[in-house]
T-cell receptor, first 111, second 114 residues
């Protein structure tokens, strides 16, 4: 079975804090993704990575950055958290031209 | 026009009946199509994938694809209360840099009535 692990499930951070969300997959997948999910807006792609140290902006990259130093690990960084970044964040991974598999999600509240 | 459109529902179906979920997409170049199921408070899980025109069956689930009409659907036969969830349609898209990404619809909430 594909295993995508998001280490932080529930976080509460203060406005202006730097936030790291970590994601690890154990299936040697080339592609990794970060989405956020909000009621009424669905899943929106923040950033994705198709290889180590390679990344591409998704639909809503503003306020976020990412890092992929190793194939199995993809980190999402909120440089200065704001209340409008309160959301559920979903990491996913896939082989090329294949379905993506999600982690369990990270619920972030910014106060 | 949204890239992937679904009727948000809610869709209510009696137990044992057929549930029909629909999705349209805008990018004619899309080649891969997926249906995910998401229970409340959980992450989406893959239930069906389809890559060519026609029907694909897996147990009680049938995915249908019509690329000419840019339409993909999911049929759930003999609906069970455990099928109550939000169903997400996802379509692949090639980015401006030639990399593949999945775009999701906002989902259809399905309720199976016992």
């Amino acid at each position: 079975d594909v295993k995508v692990t998001q280490s932080s499930r529930y976080l509460v951070k203060r406005t202006g804090e730097k936030v790291f969300l970590e994601c690890v997959q154990d299936m040697d997948h080339e592609n990794m993704f970060w989405y956020r999910q909000d009621p009424g807006l669905g899943l929106r792609l923040i950033y994705f990575s198709y290889d180590v140290k390679m990344k591409e902006k998704g639909d809503i990259p503003e306020g976020y950055s990412v890092s992929r130093e190793k194939k199995e690990r993809f980190s999402l960084i909120l440089e200065s958290a704001s209340t409008n970044q309160t959301s559920m964040y979903l990491c996913a991974s896939s082989l090329v031209n294949a379905p993506i598999y999600f982690g369990e999600g990270s619920w972030l509240t910014v106060v | 026009q949204k890239e992937v459109e679904q009727n948000s529902g809610p869709l209510s179906v009696p137990e044992g009946a057929i549930a029909s979920l629909n999705c349209t997409y805008s990018d004619r170049g899309s080649q891969s199509f997926f249906w995910y199921r998401q229970y409340s408070g959980k992450s989406p899980e893959l239930i069906m994938s389809i890559y060519s025109n026609g029907d694909k069956e897996d147990g009680r689930f049938t995915a249908q694809l019509n690329k000419a009409s840019q339409y993909v659907s999911l049929l759930i036969r003999d609906s069970q209360p455990s099928d109550s969830a939000t169903y997400l349609c996802a379509v692949n898209k090639i980015s401006n840099f030639g990399n593949e990404k999945l775009t999701f619809g906002t989902g259809t909430r399905l309720t199976i009535i016992p």
